[in-house]
């Protein structure tokens, strides 16, 4: 069943793009994407780089979408190049941007997904929105920027900042480190190396994150930066120790200085109160264990 509106993902091939876009789809949304990648026999996918400002205006003119949800970016923290974080995450965004506000049809609601890292070495605890911004490495210093120049469009357009805690799920890249401790349990591998395992963080499941993406852009709640997370805290060590008794298999861990970040955020986990009062806590969180359980079993 149709709504008779069309939904933007841009990085919709991406991990998370593929479940906003079925989430949107259910919800009655004509879905169209922009990717990287070569287009595939789909009228409704469009390879676009969003550097080249000209095909980005070109390809949001001939969709005129209702919604936007910006998901494309360079995300995995130990990229090789940072300059690429720049390039994308600020210049491209301000590109969508700019052809959005110059379109001649005024969208609904445009989500741009921002980051917890912009946090940073913070002080340990629940982190709200309030908390200064400092951030510890390239990507999160891109993503802090890339919110402040959007708030330059404010006025122009409908905008809504999400600030995402760790999430993860069936289909994200392994050289994340959830992925990759589930394969090493999946292939029954006898040693994981990792870095250090007594950091917390807020994992959530990318359903439940997509769900909350949907809410907010219906919420109205323009102007506003909002934390999208579980509110509760895993270590790693405890992910380990929920696959060990998912699968019945141990694994040695062998600490890998490689591995250990100079700038480790020890402690990370989201403060929802602001989400909550924005969207409401329409259904309760998927466990780690469900998430995990859902990872160790899917089929490759």
Not at 237 to 263: M, Q, Y
Not at 284 to 300: C, F, G, H, V, Y
Request: aromatic letters at 8%; proline letters at 4%.
């Amino acid at each position: 069943m149709t709504n008779g509106k069309k939904a933007l993902i841009t990085g919709i091939k991406g991990f998370t793009g593929q479940y906003m876009a079925a989430d949107l789809s259910a919800a009655g949304y004509e879905v169209y994407g922009f990717g990287s990648t070569p287009a595939q026999n789909s009228s409704r996918y469009f390879q676009v780089d969003l550097n080249n400002a000209a095909d980005v205006k070109s390809a949001v003119d001939s969709i005129r979408p209702d919604v936007i949800v910006h998901l494309a970016a360079i995300a995995f923290v130990g990229h090789a190049d940072p300059n690429a974080f720049y390039n994308v995450n600020l210049c491209g965004t301000r590109n969508l941007l700019q052809a959005l506000s110059e379109s001649a049809k005024m969208p609904d609601a445009v989500l741009i997904a921002s980051s917890a890292n912009v946090y940073g070495n913070n002080t340990p605890g629940k982190l709200a929105e309030s908390v200064p911004a400092r951030p510890s490495n390239d990507y999160a210093v891109s993503k802090l920027a890339m919110e402040y120049m959007t708030s330059l469009f404010y006025e122009k357009l409908p905008i809504i900042i999400t600030r995402p805690f760790n999430y993860t799920g069936t289909g994200q890249a392994e050289n994340f480190l959830i992925p990759k401790i589930v394969k090493h349990f999946r292939e029954r591998k006898e040693v994981i190396e990792l870095g250090n395992i007594d950091v917390w963080r807020d994992f959530s499941d990318v359903r439940d994150v997509v769900k909350s993406y949907s809410a907010l852009l219906h919420s109205r709640s323009f102007g506003q930066t909002v934390n999208v997370a579980s509110g509760k805290m895993h270590s790693l060590r405890e992910v380990i120790d929920l696959c060990k008794s998912l699968t019945g298999h141990d694994i040695k861990i062998e600490v890998n200085p490689g591995f250990v970040r100079p700038n480790e955020i020890k402690e990370l986990c989201g403060d929802i109160t602001l989400l909550s009062r924005l969207v409401g806590e329409t259904s309760s969180k998927i466990p780690l264990r469900d998430t995990l359980k859902w990872m160790l079993e899917a089929k490759q």
